[in-house]
T-cell receptor, first 113, second 112 residues
């Protein structure tokens, strides 16, 4: 079946611009996570959604970052007024519940020039 | 706080030898411990996981052991092959916050 998909695969933007990253989780998965991975580094938790519960935003690095999940399915991560330090691969993962295996998407490589 | 420590950060072994990666976690309530493999430029993929009601789990050349008392778990790869070369991440589920906390990763190189 279809796995987790993300778009765009690559995004180059100028410093100060806003960007939106999209994640389509596996159908039926109630949990959705966003992570950030800088070059050669580990996975930094950003935010997660579980069912209809309020999202856990504790990992968002600043108020320039926000995310929403519509209809319990697709999620969008928005970064406002991008900075060069925002350059990284943004990974989305979904899971059928908690705690279960998280399935990762291919990621969006964001480059801020 | 919530923390998972992973060692070593890099590991180089000869093809056919065994590789061991170790992780420790802080939340005694953790009950789910997956291991992910990430090849260069690819997404992390689960290779094996273990829940706290068992002490060891094997899948062909890969095994994971869990010591809940000491709060550590390990990945064992036997008869390593060049295609095992990748970055491996351990993780622990934190019941207190419903998050999977990842270790910092181990870069494994298997020399032919």
């Amino acid at each position: 079946g279809a796995g987790v998909s993300q778009s765009p695969s690559n995004k180059v933007t100028e410093k100060g611009k806003d960007v939106e990253l999209r994640c389509d989780p596996i159908s039926g998965h109630t949990a959705l996570y966003w992570y950030r991975q800088s070059l050669g580094q580990g996975l930094e938790f950003l935010i997660y959604f579980q069912g209809n519960s309020a999202p856990d935003k504790s990992g968002l690095p600043s108020d320039r970052f926000s995310a929403e999940r519509t209809g319990g399915s697709v999620s969008t991560l928005t970064i406002q007024r991008t900075q060069q330090e925002d350059s990284a691969v943004y990974l989305c993962a979904s899971a059928p519940g908690l705690p279960y295996e998280q399935y990762f998407g291919p990621g969006t490589r964001l480059t801020v020039t | 706080g919530e923390n998972v420590e992973q060692h070593p950060s890099t590991l180089s072994v000869q093809e056919g030898d065994s590789a061991v990666i170790k992780c420790t976690y802080s939340d005694s309530a953790s009950n789910y411990f997956p291991w992910y493999k990430q090849e260069l430029g690819k997404r992390p993929q689960l290779i094996i996981d273990i829940r706290s009601n068992v002490g060891e789990k094997k899948d062909q050349r890969i095994a994971v052991t869990l010591n809940k008392t000491a709060k550590h778990f390990s990945l064992h790869i036997t008869e390593t092959q060049p295609e095992d070369s990748a970055v491996y991440f351990c993780a622990a589920w934190m019941d207190s916050s419903y998050k999977l906390i990842f270790g910092s990763g181990t870069r494994l190189l298997v020399r032919p």
